[in-house]
Structures are given as C-alpha cells and as structure tokens.
C-alpha cells in the first residue's frame, strides 16, 4: 500500500475489533494471547475504550488482577480524522501493528491493524474471509457441531 496523498486513518480501519470487558483478567488475557496473531486487548466499558493491553503489559502481573489496570491508551490510540501517514510512521517507529481507533469522547471505533508485510493495513472484508476459512476447516474437522466428532 501506497500513500500518493494523505489520507484520514477512518478509510484504512478495521471496524469490528474483538473486544473485552472490564471485568477481564490478567489470566484471561494470557490466554487471549495465546493467538500470535493478536497484538492488542481492548478493554471496553460501554462502548467507551478504558484500556489498550499489549503482551509485555502482563509481565509481573497476578493472574487474578484486573487487565485494564496493566494498560494504557496514550501512544496506543488515534482520532479516526488522524493522518494515516503519520500514524503508519509513528507505529513502524514504534514497532507497533495496532492502535485503537477512538474518537473524542473515547468512544472505540475501530482498530488499525498493520499487516505482517507491514505494505498495509487488514481490512474488514480480508478478516472476515480469514474468520470464514478458520471456520470452514473448524467445521471440516469437527462437524457442525462444535467440539464432538463425527
């Protein structure tokens, strides 16, 4: 991906990001990391983001504490009017592929999500083909009923 002129960070964003409430653990935000693919844990309070967690946010931690205590938001977040460019920029200098996507009132809106090439960014049509071929060969290996075989 390109960026022959500036866009807003709103046209490159991920708009159903998985989400957690506060209510979560540190133990069970271990075990959310246990996907390599997920960089981040949004904590969530009606709607309104509390708290970006990232893996090394855990270390140190009681299981049983709070998660949202262990994060931030800070550098882990962006206005949807935001450049792209300079957020792209900020995030390979940081050597982050996520921010959350949040607006004024801190309301959570979506997430940027760099993809592994770091060329650019997941989009929600991508993800959801992904979720669909993760639960195709779910289904080819388990039948239709989740978690007993046929």
């Known amino acids: 991906m390109s960026l022959e002129t500036d866009a ?11 989400t957690s409430p506060v209510s979560t653990t540190v133990g069970q935000a271990r075990e959310f ?18 708290a970006v967690v990232e893996r090394p946010d855990l270390v140190g931690r009681s299981d049983h504490e709070p998660v949202a205590s ?4 800070g550098d882990r977040v962006v206005a949807p009017s935001d450049s792209l460019r300079e957020t792209w920029d900020a995030m390979a200098a940081a050597g982050r592929r996520r921010v959350a996507v949040v607006t004024e009132e801190g309301r959570l809106v979506g997430l940027l999500c760099l993809k592994r090439s770091g060329r650019g960014f997941c989009s929600d049509a991508g993800i959801g083909a992904r979720a669909e071929e993760h639960a195709a060969r779910a289904e080819a290996r388990w039948g239709t009923t989740r978690g007993t075989r046929e």
């Not at 807003?8 to 998985?18: A, D, L, R, W, Y």
């Not at 990391?33 to 509390?50: Q, R």
């Not at 262990?70 to 938001?73: M, Q």
């Open 33 to 50: 990391f246990g996907n390599d693919k997920v960089h981040a844990l949004l904590v969530v309070s009606h709607g309104v983001l509390v």
């Open 8 to 18: 807003p960070v709103v046209g490159s964003m991920h708009t159903f990001p998985k």
């Open 70 to 73: 262990a994060g931030r938001l």
